[in-house]
């Protein structure tokens, strides 16, 4: 009977040594599951009480493999956390349509965004929470990823006559106190809260832009699709 495994899930079964598959592909697979092991480990641990010698062992690889990939703990984690945003954005790349108006972009980011900390809760503590405890380049990678945002959001600027009145950090702002939102609530592992957010959050971001009126009328609308 043939073998339903995918390659990746049979390789991971086989013992060290030679394998009869392209060497650059053993050495993805490895890289693959040990940024997952990293990912998942440092979830449930935390990232101090995570060591190399466990996301060897979880990854199935042997010591001397991880020095292979990784000169540090550190740049493992970090490598972990740009996998996960690349990830991310290639999610929002194909749900969030860019020629949608900006409040239904930003309405549609934000419900697609609670969906994959819901749906990924590892993932989401790597990059919104152990981010912020696992050193200087961790934490400028999590700040990084709070001005990626920030672009977007300052196009609602547009829709203010009255946009020169808003301070510049404005944007940076917000977003920083919505990942809170999120970060509380990851900490504690409420997942079942996230989602219900929603309506919060856009009335957050999108009252200096649009009023607290549009936006109260937007959060509904939002709320009432999720129901």
Same mark, same amino acid.
């Given at each position: 009977m043939a073998d339903s495994r995918s390659l990746s899930e049979r390789l991971a079964k086989m013992p060290p040594g030679r394998h009869l598959v392209p060497r650059d592909?053993?050495?993805?697979?490895?890289?693959?599951?040990?940024?997952?092991?990293?990912t998942e480990l440092v979830?449930?641990?935390?990232?101090?009480?995570?060591?190399?010698?466990?996301?060897?062992?979880?990854?199935?690889?042997?010591?001397?493999?991880?020095?292979?990939?990784?000169?540090?703990?550190?740049?493992?984690?970090?490598a972990a956390f740009d996998e996960c945003i690349s990830a991310a954005a290639e999610v929002f790349g194909e749900l969030v349509e860019p020629d949608q108006p900006w409040v239904d972009q930003i309405s549609s980011g934000m419900e697609v965004f609670l969906e994959m900390v819901v749906t990924e809760p590892a993932r989401a503590r790597l990059c919104?929470? %152990?981010?912020? /405890?696992?050193?200087? $380049?961790?934490? =400028?990678?999590?700040? &990084?990823?709070?001005?990626s945002v920030a672009p977007k959001l300052r196009e609602g600027r547009e829709l203010n006559p009255r946009a020169a009145r808003l301070p510049d950090g404005l944007e940076i702002?917000?977003?920083?106190?919505?990942?809170?939102?999120?970060?509380?609530?990851?900490?504690?592992?409420?997942?079942?809260?996230?989602?219900?957010?929603?309506?919060?959050?856009?009335?957050?971001?999108?009252?200096?832009?649009?009023? %607290?009126?549009? /936006?109260?009328?937007? $959060?509904?609308? =939002?709320?009432?699709? &999720?129901?």
């Open positions: 592909f053993v050495s993805q697979n490895q890289r693959d599951r040990m940024l997952l092991a990293t979830a449930e641990r935390g990232y101090q009480k995570t060591t190399i010698e466990l996301i060897a062992k979880t990854a199935r690889v042997a010591l001397s493999t991880f020095y292979e990939h990784f000169s540090s703990k550190e740049e493992c984690f970090l919104i929470v %152990e981010s912020q /405890a696992a050193g200087g $380049a961790a934490l =400028a990678r999590y700040q &990084a990823m709070l001005g702002a917000i977003v920083g106190g919505l990942s809170w939102l999120i970060h509380q609530r990851l900490v504690a592992d409420r997942l079942d809260d996230i989602k219900a957010l929603l309506p919060e959050m856009l009335q957050v971001t999108l009252t200096p832009y649009v009023g %607290e009126v549009e /936006a109260g009328r937007l $959060a509904d609308a =939002a709320q009432a699709r &999720a129901a």
